[in-house]
């Protein structure tokens, strides 16, 4: 893609980052943050922890990850993973062993609930009124179709 930011930010397993940041291009997070997060690409790797709300483009949790996130593309929660709080994006997909504990809401492309989300979350078992995911969903995989 023309005009993509290729930087890379890292915050490495020894270090801990209390404040907001706002990342363009892909962060890595080893250590801990503990603040809120703004980004484009957002990886939380095995061994790290996060307690921030978050808007980003799109998300990989391999670590712990505790707050309410917007996702505008696809949040991957690996094997590895533990999140904890309220999501709303356009894709999630939830690996074998992975853990989300709260409430998920889809975004259509103008950010709100669409009758398609609806019935994938039918579909995953999900109350659609709350929306509530709880324990290790293994496999789960929500998307909204194109």
């Known amino acids: 893609m023309a005009g993509k930011d290729k930087s890379l930010s890292i915050i490495d397993k020894d270090c801990f980052v209390e404040g907001t940041l706002n990342v363009k291009g892909k962060l890595i997070i080893a250590g ?3 603040g809120a997060l703004i980004g484009n690409t957002v990886v939380t790797v095995e061994g790290s922890c996060v307690d921030a709300p978050a808007k980003v483009r799109e998300m990989t949790i391999g ?3 505790q707050g309410d996130v917007t996702v505008y593309e696809t949040l991957r929660i690996l094997s590895t ?3 904890s709080g309220k999501v ?3 894709n999630i997909t939830l690996e074998t062993g992975g853990k989300l504990n709260g409430r998920v809401k889809p975004l259509d492309s103008a950010g709100g ?3 398609p989300a609806e019935t994938a979350l039918a579909a995953a078992k999900i109350n659609p009124a709350s929306a509530q995911v709880g324990g290790d969903a293994q496999g ?3 998307s909204k179709p194109d």
């Open 113 to 115: 609930l669409t009758f």
């Open 140 to 142: 789960a995989v929500l």
């Open 63 to 65: 670590g712990d990850f």
């Open 32 to 34: 801990s943050l503990k």
């Open 88 to 90: 709303s994006c356009k």
């Open 81 to 83: 993973g533990v999140f």
